[in-house]
């Protein structure tokens, strides 16, 4: 056995729900890799949170997933790799049935909502909503669930966004931090606010979710 170094790695499946267009996915047209290995990430479908931690880049071009899209990576904690599977759910109704079959093997979760639609986060909030849906498809409590509040680069908090020709618009933000985070406080939920085009609190998020499931 000399000279050899065994490397063990662990491979969690995390899940990402939520509704369509809050930020779970961004498809690009680059080919998948045939590896996964430290910090290299990679689908041909890749959600911006993740394609953002691999590339450090965003891509504005989007298109709704359709069913599953997977991709991968890993973070190393304690000297140790630790890689994920990401299976990027779409948010659309007619794809249920086949997105919640993926529910079962989950070690982590996702609850991804918009900051900016106050509907995406009562859809995760409310009775029947995602995480009651996570719930009762995974019958514990056992997966490590994260609330992500997505698009923070939109929230404009406390000043005018100020269009062409200088009329107003609307504070762009629809869900409060507080009650965000006092919502996954009472949940016994990881919380924390990203955006997938300034890349804040991306990177902070899969480690996050990974460091605690491992
Ligand atoms: P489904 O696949 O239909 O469930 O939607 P999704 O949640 O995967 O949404 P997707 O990632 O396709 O993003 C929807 C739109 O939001 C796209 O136009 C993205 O470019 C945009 N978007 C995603 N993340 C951000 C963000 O952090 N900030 C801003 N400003 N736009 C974002
Ligand atoms: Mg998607």
């Known amino acids: 056995m000399t ?11 995390v899940l990402l729900l939520g509704d369509s267009g809050v930020g779970k996915s961004k498809c690009t047209s680059t080919p998948p890799y045939p590896n996964c290995h430290p910090n290299t990430y990679s ?8 394609i953002r931690y691999q590339k450090n880049e965003f891509n504005p071009q989007s298109r709704n997933t359709i069913g599953v899209d997977f991709s991968s990576g890993s973070v190393k ?9 990401f299976w990027d759910t779409s948010g ?6 086949i997105t919640s079959s993926f529910y079962r093997g989950a070690y982590g979760a996702f609850l991804v909502y918009d900051i900016t639609r106050r509907d995406t986060f009562e859809n995760i909030s ?4 995602w995480l009651d849906e ?6 514990e409590n056992g997966v490590v669930t994260m609330l992500v509040g997505n698009k923070s680069d939109l929230a404009g908090e406390g000043e005018s966004l100020g269009g062409e020709g200088g009329e107003r618009e609307e504070v762009r933000r629809q869900v409060s931090t507080e009650e965000a985070k006092a919502f996954a406080d009472a949940n016994g939920l990881l919380f924390m606010e ?6 804040s ?8 979710i990974l460091t605690e499931i491992y």
Request: hydrophobic letters at 35%; a positive charge; aromatic letters at 6%.
């Open 194 to 199: 990203t955006s997938a085009k300034d890349a």
């Open 3 to 13: 000279g050899i170094t065994a490397v063990m790695v662990l491979v969690y499946f």
């Open 77 to 85: 904690i304690d000297g140790k790799i630790v890689g994920a599977h």
């Open 126 to 129: 409310t009775k029947g909503g």
């Open 134 to 139: 996570l719930r009762q498809s995974t019958n």
């Open 92 to 97: 659309q109704e007619r794809f249920k049935s």
């Open 201 to 208: 609190n991306v990177e902070q998020a899969f480690e996050g």
């Open 43 to 50: 689908s041909t479908h890749q959600t911006p949170v993740v």
